[in-house]
């Protein structure tokens, strides 16, 4: 493995690397070591397991598989189904959304409300549903069935796309890329990539686009949405991050994963006071909920609770010793955490039937069931108290403040109720623009190093910028989520930030919520009478790993959004796909990816093109 310091930029994360190898437990850089060099083809692309007729390899030696199919056909469908793997991730979450709001009507449970009222007649209004002098039960019915039917295959065209700009929707409609249904184009995407059906390597890549909308536009829109609804819509408040937010002194439950569902009711039993009082009782100061991953960005956004770090500090966060339980759902979740776990007193819980942890103690939890449950787990998690070994915990540093709870409707009210002050800010050039950095770790980059450097480029240049999922604890980690930051920013921005109080980096949630994102991109669309891709805008992920965080980006491009990745999927074995998504796009979407790994050069390149997006919109560079 690699020495400490090339594996992270933080000192909480390379002090517990070290202890890991002092106490002999293997984390993700040791097994990136084991792993590494990885297969060549499969780097490429140029595998294919599609039958059993192969596998079959690409090379100049061998141009073809058993069956015809070459590289780009083959790259092409590779491609296809990582993208539906990820739509699906973030779908089947919003999916999980639309069931807890059909317990709520149908009244099987108690544990769950509607909080945000206004809300959902607004999401009601805005998807065609009658609102004015009717039961909230029955607007909020319909809401259900509807998107219960965004789901299906008996749509022309999923209810958010009432949020696309008029010139945007035209252009799907043109290429054959507007998304129908969720699960349609997620199906639709294998049935594709099966052998001998779309062999042709662009017609794939388009279906790969319509998939990854219904995703942005469908699947996590819904969960984004409906979360807010069920929750509470975020509202700016003030937190802290980073693994110094796990107390000594405390029970502390990590909660791990994506859906608030689950991480809710584990907040919500930690604060019921006969729990409270036994911890106190077993000589703790109290219970502490702290959060990893999008879970953890979920409860930050709204409930303000500390962040202990991003998808690299997960393995990391229990190596402090101080951990009584770590409570998943879904998603990112490393199997390793579970021996992780073993090796100190902290118990692995899951909770969710279809993400099963060999060797974790499993709670099914329900709507019906689900504070219920989570008492049990807080309960489980305050008698590990006393099984804690004070001799093995090393809790490396204090936590840092953030700011956090960027929903649109927050910097609307921030901004005295509507979009005007934000485009009378951009003519102005204040902010020349807003880029949206987003996704995870990988333990192939120094962690956090891209993240954090792309972030401060961008305000320099007094580019907006927007963080969500893991670049969220890296920018907070960095100083750059507090008010305070404006001093890193250019003149424009500093100004624009400073008169509101906000920083110049924006938590704006999980990575479902990169919904929030494309809406107000739209917004800012509509307000200005252009399409999406005429706004001075960009997205990157530059430390991406996930098959989730490649579907975000390709409904990015797909939405017109010019989108950065640190490196390339596993795409470069074919030229036609490769060119497509790095230039033949821009003339279909007006659109493309772009690889960088130079974080300098990655922010002139966003400079210039926002340099010609604002040229573009009649407005000075
Ligand atoms: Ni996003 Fe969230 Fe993090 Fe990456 Fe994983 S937690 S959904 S995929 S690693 S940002
Ligand atoms: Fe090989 Fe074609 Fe089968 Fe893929 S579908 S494994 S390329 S024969």
Redesign the pocket.
Known sequence: PKPIEELSIWDDAKAMIAKARAEGIETVHERLAQQTPHCKFCELGTT?????????RISAKMPR?????DADV?VARNFGRFIAGGSAGHSDHGRDLIEVLEAIIEGETKDYKITDEAKLKALAAETGIEVEGRELKDVATDVMENFFADFGSRKKEISFLSRVPQKRKDIWAKLGMTPRGVDREIAEMMHRTH?GCDNDAPNTMIHAARTSLSDGWGGSMIGTELSDVIFGTPTPKMSTANLGVIKEDKVNILVHGHNPVVSEMILAAARDPELVEKAEKLGAKGINVAGLCCTGNELLMRQGIPMAGNHLMTELAIITGAVEAVVVDYQCIMPSLVQIAGCYHTKFIDTANKARFSGAIHFDIEPHNALQQAKEIVNLAIEGFAERDAGRVDIPCEPVEIMTGFSNEAVIAALGGSLDPLVQAIAAGDIRGAVGIVGCNNPKIKQDSMNVELAKELIKKDILVLVTGCVTTAAGKAGLLVPDAIEMAGPGLKKVCGALGIPPVLHYGSCVDNARILQLCAALANALNVDISDLPVGASSPEWYSEKAAAIGLYAVASGIYTHLGHPPNILGSEVVTDLATSGLEDLVGATFFIEPDMVKTAEMFDERIKAKRKGLGLSE
């Open positions: 294919c397991r599609n039958c059993t007729m192969g596998p079959c598989g058993v069956c015809g199919a083959i052998m």
